[in-house]
């Protein structure tokens, strides 16, 4: 048995998780603690104190009964808004709090393009222009180039939960470019388990999103490979590992 552990601003989206672990389809444990979300809004001030520390060792603890072998602060917005430097300074608090091996959200989308081999990649986010800019610029910083930034001005967590896979289709095919090698989808709150096989059919390219990066991270945080085909390209590029 492999456990991971994730802790997950609020209550958007999480259900995400029962659904990955199902498709995993083999002995992975994935464990979700709800951190404080504070004032639900994609507003730069809002998402810098959500990553906060103190917000983040809370929900160690509880964390730390489940198991789990790693952790990942599954919040893209909550770490990237602290610039690469400072989002490295979260996770390496997040790891001595813990004791454990972790990463968060937006580290594990520069792990997976790299995984992909996608070097150029187009943004798709929920965001306002604002906040999605800060996302480019992070990847840029840490070594990923970005063709596109497409932002969509959703103000909160809760909105974005209550889209429909047409919706999340729509905000991928406004960000595509044709110079992208995938398409990348950052906000954990947008519901994405179910729709990745068809997201990547219909944009002809690999998709990643935010609850998907974040598994993988959690995966390759505890050196574990897994194949499920119905998670997306990120999933399908390794051998199956028998337990």
Same mark, same amino acid.
């Given at each position: 048995? #492999?456990?991971?552990?994730?802790?997950?601003?609020?209550?958007?989206?999480?259900?995400?998780?029962?659904? &990955?672990?199902?498709?995993?389809?083999?002995?992975?444990?994935?464990?979700?603690?709800?951190?404080?979300?504070?004032?639900? #809004?994609? +507003?730069?001030?809002?998402?810098?104190?959500?990553?906060?520390?103190?917000?983040?060792?809370?929900?160690?603890?509880?964390?730390?009964?489940?198991?789990?072998?790693?952790?990942?602060?599954?919040?893209?917005?909550?770490?990237?808004?602290?610039?690469?430097?400072?989002?490295?300074?979260?996770? +390496?608090?997040?790891?001595?709090?813990?004791?454990?091996?972790?990463?968060?959200?937006?580290?594990?989308?520069?792990?997976?393009? +790299?995984?992909?081999?996608?070097? +150029?990649?187009?943004?798709?986010? #929920?965001?306002?222009?604002?906040?999605?800019?800060?996302?480019?610029?992070?990847?840029?910083?840490?070594?990923?180039?970005?063709?596109?930034? !497409?932002?969509?001005?959703?103000?909160?967590?809760?909105?974005?939960?209550?889209?429909?896979?047409?919706?999340?289709?729509?905000?991928?095919?406004?960000?595509?470019?044709?110079?992208?090698?995938?398409?990348?989808?950052?906000?954990?709150?947008?519901?994405?388990?179910?729709?990745?096989?068809?997201?990547?059919?219909?944009?002809?390219?690999?998709?990643?999103?935010?609850?998907?990066?974040?598994?993988?991270?959690?995966?390759?945080?505890?050196?574990?490979?897994?194949?499920?085909?119905?998670?997306?390209?990120?999933?399908? !590029?390794?051998? &199956?590992?028998?337990?």
């Amino acid at each position: 048995m #492999t456990a991971l552990g994730f802790l997950h601003p609020g209550h958007s989206a999480e259900d995400d998780y029962p659904r &990955i672990e199902q498709l995993l389809g083999s002995d992975i444990r994935l464990t979700v603690v709800h951190t404080d979300i504070g004032e639900d #809004t994609h +507003r730069l001030d809002a998402l810098l104190e959500m990553g906060s520390a103190r917000h983040l060792a809370a929900g160690v603890e509880e964390l730390l009964l489940s198991g789990a072998e790693a952790v990942v602060w599954a919040c893209a917005g909550g770490s990237f808004v602290h610039g690469l430097q400072g989002a490295h300074e979260q996770v +390496r608090g997040l790891a001595r709090a813990a004791g454990l091996p972790a990463s968060s959200t937006s580290f594990a989308f520069v792990h997976a393009a +790299r995984e992909l081999g996608a070097r +150029r990649v187009a943004i798709g986010a #929920t965001y306002p222009d604002d906040v999605a800019a800060l996302f480019a610029a992070f990847l840029k910083e840490a070594g990923t180039e970005v063709v596109a930034v !497409r932002g969509s001005g959703v103000a909160t967590a809760a909105e974005v939960a209550g889209w429909d896979y047409d919706q999340v289709l729509a905000l991928a095919r406004e960000a595509d470019h044709p110079d992208a090698e995938a398409i990348l989808l950052p906000d954990t709150a947008l519901h994405t388990a179910s729709h990745l096989p068809a997201l990547e059919k219909d944009l002809a390219k690999p998709v990643l999103t935010a609850n998907q990066v974040t598994v993988r991270e959690a995966l390759r945080l505890t050196d574990r490979r897994v194949n499920a085909p119905e998670l997306g390209t990120l999933f399908t !590029r390794e051998p &199956i590992v028998q337990a």
